[in-house]
């Protein structure tokens, strides 16, 4: 298929825009390969380049052979609405945007086709592999407990996990090959982080008890043999105790308590994966609602639940945290498959736990491990979004796209809000601000970087992303890039935060959720920005000055020195031409600036 | 009276404090004729002192002799709960806390008490009056249309309003008097504000037409004599027109139109103020109560209606700006008796118009001459808070202190939080940040300061509070205290800022009413005083290197100088030592600073 096929018309001029914000700008439409490419022609106004893969939704209001309107929902929330003249282009405009926002072949996708115009420093495809990021565990010679295993190299274990896992050192290949099948899935018990002492974090998915409560005997001695002399642990499940119960009818269900003795099961429910969306969809749809009275907007704020969401993954996150760090025991998480509220607990319990997930490259570290290479299947997940769920909109392409009902959801964008969270209860202790969250967001969704391509390392390895495509981490952490994403006000704090879950601590992120509402005057963003801003300014003059400040220093000394040998000056400073006082000031601050640097 | 009458135990050792995030703490308690005073007599742990004037109720639970625990809820949310052991000591504290709480006398209050230890550099008492705040509409000479009245000289002909008001020059005081005895409290039309152009806003009461539509001709001559030839005007009535109707069979109601002719009324409704307080009421209960889940929370705010009373608000003050601005027509706006909704909306039009206004002085001003000097009857609004109403809390002193019922509201918190939102939504067109609001309101219900002691000037005058007790102006306007108050984002924006009052717009004003919730690890205001101490540090730094910069600069050409008269250089910066590059850079630098300051 060639995209020529897909675009019958490419150009057309005097369009109207109707933006989020109620304004309407006459603009030339061009549909390219890969974007939508709105331009006013006006000096100062910017073009709007959309991204297919961004287009959630194409709704159209056809007006008989006059053309129509289009309506386009994005997976970022941005809603326009392009009135076309002529039935004709109107058609073949709408039925570009539809199919090439349903590309089935990803090799079509822009990532395949992006060259970026700058010099990388650092490939983000190598930047997080298994060895590096564990190296700390796996120092050969010490006594260490962990192994790395490449069972998986060839994916044949676990379809969904990388080819390089961490797992005790005296449990075998073939103990993790025959415990893979009483999993899920094949997603055995893997370490995903070692706290301090000797308490870890372990994930999988549930175990395939099914009714009659079979066993596994390797499956129990990976996870018993996790546990020190002495030592307990608890398995966290994600689901209540009769989804699990329900669980079991299907052949899945918990781990046999008779066979785990040292292991404490705890349910601390999250909702499923299916239920996110939902929720988005309800809350995005009440913030792009003008008519909405006050009473109305919070109770539909509410009635999305998207809160709740966020407030039972932190509360199951804080309970894991807890587990490790104050009871030193370890824990192994799991729901059913263990891609999604896994995954979400797992990387949470660190942000509270490890200050290094705290800073940008500990947050893309964790990205990668718990997510990425975790296997949380982002093209499935994220083929779709809020705007194609409740049936409201038709999805003409969604039959040939091959999307499997339910397979949808934003897990990774409750994990982002679960951030937000934690970073406004604790300001000062994250390296990154909540810009760089709104950009994982926009990335996972669609992008011009490979990053988020595929369901997993298999998929990733078969697409040769590393080759072809640019990693989303070589962007983020260029010099030019990486200032914009720092936190001014980061102090680093080696301490274990705890979030506060209480309703009153959680607030609506609005810099996300509102910043295409229809009431954009959204004043938290503009105020952070701003406030970010103004201090970036001030450091940036602040190190100017303190350049000036030391060359005028050298420069002084110079001639003093040069003022001497000549016999003007005895000594420097005991004879300065300014009054003594004004003397003693200037010195003092050359001690300062030279002893104890202001910054 | 005497203090010790009411104070029978002054010091209670050993009692126990439960603050209101859950800590626990042993003080010595001590009962002075002003203040609680907690001491936990620990290094480095502050004293809490509560002004009796806070406390809004005092909750007895006896324990029989053992003693009991006093609950002490304050009128700016704070909730403290002191265990203390032996009945008699428990029962005398409370009666103490209850009786000092609630004193008739204003005279005995803390403001006639309170010493400042520093130099004031202005009397805030002469800071505001009403020749200098209108001494441009009223040049001598010029082609003035106003004048300031003394009519009500000694507060006879309207015991609410101040000694002098603004009224159109052609309109002699005969008129006033007359006038005054068709509006309710004898509160005719006068000057609030003249926008750009001609265009003025008026406020006064309701006029007492009553069922038979009464009318009066000296008012009709003042309110026509404001428009111009061939201008209009609106009467904005902050009453829904049935409220309006209603009023009328009492003796109020409306301006008839037929004698009104160029007036065209608008009905905006604002809740009555007795609404207000007990949506506080609802709201603050919702933030202190920790069993609260998510979903409970957010219906909570929104039953509360808090969030209605801000749009409706803000929505008439808009109507009004909008009258004035962009039709270029004047404005007079009132409900019934012209103290509370007519205050909010004239205030909040003029943040929303006058630059001026958005400055600390300027807030300041505004404050004196619509809510101070327009007899807003801060004393019995404020006699009373949000604990006292609903019932659920029994206040012994409520009988003999005369307190109206329904008298209490908070109609001037809400104009601070309408003036908070205005503030979220233009970040950076406010001189003060809104720590000043927080303080505006904690000091209308309880200060060392006089500014907010009485219900009108005649009150104030009367009790001889400009010679009495210091102003809060005098104080906030020091150069010690001035910094704090300071908005570091300020850019002047000389132009009408329109907020928006959609319902994703308006946000709870958490640093307020959640800064003594259980659940108070509160993010927002804990970020937004990181961020603004992160600048004003910066700022200080910035100011410290460039005069050091400066110091260096004028040492190093006092030694150029002196290197030239003993023939060691040529000229400055032709042959100096450093390399020429360099010194190019140190010279551009050196004309930047002089030139071109950075700030």
Known sequence: MEFVELIKTSKVDNVTLYTHNGKQVEVSLCVSSHHLILSARKEGVEELWILHQNIDTVDRKPNGVVGGLIIVKCKDFRIIQLEING?????????????????????????????????????????FNTESEFSKLL????????????????????????????VPKNIDDDTLIAASKFRQGGRFPILSYKHEGSSVLL?????????????????????????????????????????????????????????????KRVHKPIDRQAAYLDSLAKLVDAANDVTSSIDKWLS???????????????????????????????????????????????????????????????????VEREWLQAGHPFTLRHKKSCFSVGGSSVVPGSNKSGIVKGQQACT?????????????????????????????????????????LGNCEADREQLKLFKKTVSLWSHLNRPEVLPSLMNTMYEPNSRVIWPSVAPM???????????????????????????????????????????????????????????????????????????????????????????????
Chains 1, 2 share one sequence.
């Open 505 to 599: 601590s959680l607030i609506l992120w609005r810099e996300l959720f509102l910043r295409y509402s229809p009431a954009s005057a959204d004043g938290v963003s503009t105020r952070m920005k701003a406030a970010n801003d103004a201090i970036m300014e001030l450091n940036m003059k602040d190190k100017e000055l303190r350049s000036k400040a030391a060359k005028l220093r050298r420069q002084l000394m110079e001639l003093e020195k040069e003022s001497i040998e000549l016999g003007v000056l005895e000594s420097p400073m005991s004879s300065a031409p300014t009054p003594a006082d004004g003397n003693i000031e200037v010195n003092e601050g050359l001690v300062e600036v030279q002893s104890n640097p202001l910054f």
């Open 203 to 263: 994930r999988a998915s549930q175990p395939l008890a099914g009714p009659g409560i079979k066993r596994c005997k390797e499956d129990e001695k990976l996870v018993n043999s996790v546990l020190g002399p002495g030592k307990k642990g608890y398995i966290v499940d994600t689901r209540s105790q009769s989804l699990a119960q329900t669980a079991k009818a299907r052949g899945g269900g918990v781990e046999p308590e008779a066979h785990y003795p040292l292991w």
């Open 300 to 366: 539909r704020v509410e009635n999305s639940n998207w809160l709740s969401h966020v407030k039972d993954s932190l509360n199951c996150a804080c309970l894991v945290a807890q587990c490790l760090d104050q009871e030193g025991a370890s824990v192994l998480v799991h729901g059913s498959e263990g891609l999604d509220s896994t995954l979400l607990v797992a990387s949470l319990a660190q942000i509270i736990l490890n200050p290094d997930c705290r800073t940008v490259r500990g947050l893309e570290a964790l």
């Open 412 to 452: 990774f964008l409750l994990f982002l809000d679960c951030v937000f969270q934690i970073h406004c209860q604790f300001p000062c202790s994250f390296e990154f601000n909540t810009h760089l969250l709104t950009l994982l967001f926009e990335h996972s969704y669609s992008s011009q970087f490979g990053t988020f």
């Open 139 to 166: 120092v050969p010679g010490s006594n260490e407990e962990w192994r790395i295993s490449y069972v998986n190299k060839d994916f044949s274990v676990c379809g969904s996990y990388p080819s390089a896992v961490v």
């Open 87 to 127: 039935y004709e282009k109107f058609t073949n405009v709408a039925n570009s945007l539809e199919w090439l926002s349903t590309l089935d072949n990803m090799t079509l996708l822009y990532p395949f086709f992006y060259r970026p115009v700058y010099n990388m420093l650092e490939d983000g495809w190598s930047a």
